[in-house]
């Protein structure tokens, strides 16, 4: 069955650090999203991406993150400057549609930075 | 702008018995309703969806939640529960116009004793 892969599993970072986080989608997905969960929290959206552009983006999302898609198969969410409170789970979704079609979910990558 | 309360953060139940899961939103406009599962070491999975129609879901494993438009609510519940269901549940909405992104309620963690 076909899932979203996501790199590193967990990664430890100074803070100050930049950070890559690498996703790979379901392979006939056009839609892709990156979400967090800071430890005791709800589950934040970040970002929306389709053709090759940012689709949607919260408040969370500012100069310090970017995404990209840079080979038609990763996906990938990077964070210039990390500080302590982007300590999160960082999950990767896809849809092959514009929601409410069904958001396939990554396992995570947990970020902690020190 | 939505919003979502769980309004158990845990629910331990023995094995066999029923349970409910309780879900409550707010959003000044129409909203599709999510139920997501997270098994330990896992990415969120979709169990069920109200989009339109019946207002009794559906879902798999056995899972079922039922829409009230009256009472804002889309509870999740299962007759009988098995050692399997042991997992973080997570209620969830996205508008019918416009925003892309899905709102989470902060998760209920399923417990289920033998």
């Known amino acids: 069955e076909p899932e979203v892969t996501q790199t590193p599993s967990h990664q430890v970072t100074q803070m100050g650090q930049e950070v890559i986080l690498r996703c790979v989608p379901i392979?006939?997905?056009?839609?892709f999203y990156w979400y967090r969960q800071i430890l005791g929290q709800k589950v934040e959206f970040l970002v929306s991406?389709?053709?090759?552009?940012?689709?949607?983006k919260s408040e969370i999302f500012d100069d310090q993150f970017s995404v990209e898609r840079p080979d038609g198969s990763n996906f990938t969410l990077k964070i210039r400057s990390t500080k302590l409170e982007d300590s999160a789970m960082y999950f990767c979704?896809?849809?092959?549609?514009?929601?409410?079609?069904?958001?396939?979910f990554g396992e995570g990558s947990r970020l902690t930075v020190l | 702008a939505q919003s979502v309360t769980q309004l158990d953060s845990q629910v331990p139940v023995f094995e066999e018995a029923p349970v409910e899961l309780r879900c409550n939103y707010s959003?000044?406009?129409?909203?599709?309703l999510f139920w997501y599962v997270q098994y330990p070491n896992q990415g969120l999975q979709l169990l069920l969806k109200?989009?339109?129609?019946?207002?009794l879901v559906k879902g798999i494993n056995g899972f079922e939640a039922e829409f009230n438009k009256s009472q804002t609510s889309f509870h999740l519940r299962k007759p009988s529960v098995h050692i399997s269901d042991t997992a973080e549940y997570f209620c969830?909405?996205?508008?019918?116009?416009?925003?892309?992104?899905?709102?989470f309620g902060q998760g209920t963690r399923l417990t289920i004793n033998p």
């Open positions: 959003s000044s406009v129409s909203v599709y």
């Open positions: 109200y989009l339109s129609g019946s207002t």
């Open positions: 969830a909405v996205i508008s019918l116009k416009g925003a892309q992104k899905l709102v």
């Open positions: 392979s006939n997905h056009l839609y």
């Open positions: 979704a896809s849809s092959v549609g514009r929601p409410p079609g069904e958001l396939f």
């Open positions: 991406f389709y053709n090759n552009e940012i689709s949607e």
